[in-house]
């Protein structure tokens, strides 16, 4: 996700941008001069809708205790063609056509399993043969789309950041024909990065090959919407196939109902109106076992859970100390969030982690960054639902 104020500026030298790209062996990034992220504990507010104007910010009641300092990781590379991964240790704990998965596909490395009883949503049966096929299952690729997640810079890199290794590596630049300014990106259970550009475009990227991009067939500016976040969503935990949703990035920070919220539909990408969402400056972020979020700015920002099927708030987690700035992106990984966000504006990023299902017990959702300074500004993540839920 990218700022107007900062948009405008990008636009303009989009054109003479020169990118380049490569592959290697990993390299460590260099010690950052100072920590501009605070970390802490997620703290709990009330999820009921705002009724201000569309421009007040007003993050209600919250509980929690006051947030604990945590060291940060540092990594230090450029945006202009670094192929090796940018490494970083913990910090310390503070407090072209059809898209995405929707149906079965046998003929396409389904797993199989011997069953006598009833097929779930996410399935289909052979009545003769007793075997219960995945209708949606998950690629075995050589870029994987279970360890990691997809993060995207401004300009058009596409690289993956490891959560257990604490590290991010250059899958390459993506080349579309189009200039290189993005806004955000979707991860299918398919292997395919769904980008957005600025200028509305969509284009759908083979992770395993960045430099396969083709047209889906998107028409940009349905129902008035233009730039949006975006994410792939499962139907549900019972069933695994998935389609993307969006929500309209048009600037009314927060309010009632102030923003659109829909799915595409994964047949002829027409936007479905689902509803409205309380948060016009978020990105989406799905899991696989259908739940839908927003990250929500400008600051306080917030972590917010949505109907997917209304875009209605369900609850509210604020973020203290992470300031979206000049570029933003989040997804879920085994139970946990890791927030991108281009603090300082200053065409780096920092990596902070939200211990969302509290795996160490302690009884908080410790905030922390854990990787200070990446070498680009990113602007779009993506996880597939086939990612884990829980930790591994």
Not at 144 to 160: E, M
Not at 280 to 295: I, K, N, S
């Amino acid at each position: 996700m990218y700022p107007l104020s900062m948009r405008r500026a990008c636009t303009f030298l989009a054109g003479s941008l020169t990118l380049a790209c490569g592959t290697g062996a990993p390299l460590t990034g260099g010690e950052s001069g100072s920590d501009t992220s605070a970390t802490g504990t997620a703290t709990a507010a009330t999820a009921t809708a705002a009724t201000t104007s569309a421009n007040t910010t007003d993050p209600g009641p919250s509980t929690g205790d006051v947030p604990t300092t945590g060291a940060s990781a540092t990594g230090g590379a450029s945006e202009t063609g670094t192929s090796e991964p940018v490494t970083g240790s913990a910090g310390s704990t503070g407090g072209t056509g059809s898209m995405g998965s929707t149906g079965a596909d046998a003929s396409s490395g389904s797993q199989t399993e011997t069953s006598t009883g009833e097929t779930g949503p996410g399935e289909t049966g052979d009545s003769t043969t007793g075997v219960v096929v995945d209708a949606c299952p998950c690629p075995d690729l050589v870029v994987g789309l279970d360890d990691g997640i997809f993060v995207l810079s401004k300009t058009a890199q596409l690289w993956k950041y490891f959560p257990v290794k604490n590290e991010l590596k250059m899958l390459g630049v993506v080349d579309c024909g189009l200039p290189p300014s993005t806004f955000s990106m979707g991860v299918d259970r398919e292997g395919f990065a769904w980008v957005q550009f600025s200028d509305q475009q969509i284009r759908k990227v083979d992770i395993t090959d960045v430099s396969k991009c083709s047209d889906p067939g998107f028409v940009p500016g349905q129902d008035g919407i233009t730039n949006f976040g975006m994410a792939f969503v499962s139907n549900s935990a019972q069933d695994p196939c998935d389609r993307l949703h969006g929500n309209h990035y048009n600037f009314k920070a927060e309010g009632d109902k102030v923003a659109e919220f829909f799915s595409v539909d994964p047949d002829t990408l027409n936007l479905m109106q689902l509803g409205k969402s309380d948060y016009g400056l978020a990105e989406v972020g799905g899991t696989g076992d259908g739940r839908a979020f927003l990250f929500a700015g400008p600051d306080p920002s917030r972590l917010v859970e949505v109907d997917k099927n209304s875009g209605a708030t369900k609850s509210v987690l604020l973020l203290p100390g992470v300031k979206t700035g000049g570029g933003f992106a989040f997804a879920f990984f085994a139970g946990d969030f890791y927030f991108f966000t281009d603090a300082e504006s200053d065409n780096t990023s920092e990596v902070t982690h939200l211990d969302f299902d509290d795996s160490d017990k302690n009884g908080l959702q410790d905030l922390k960054v854990v990787l200070q300074d990446a070498p680009i500004r990113i602007v779009g993540a993506g996880v597939s639902t086939c990612a884990p839920l829980i930790p591994q």
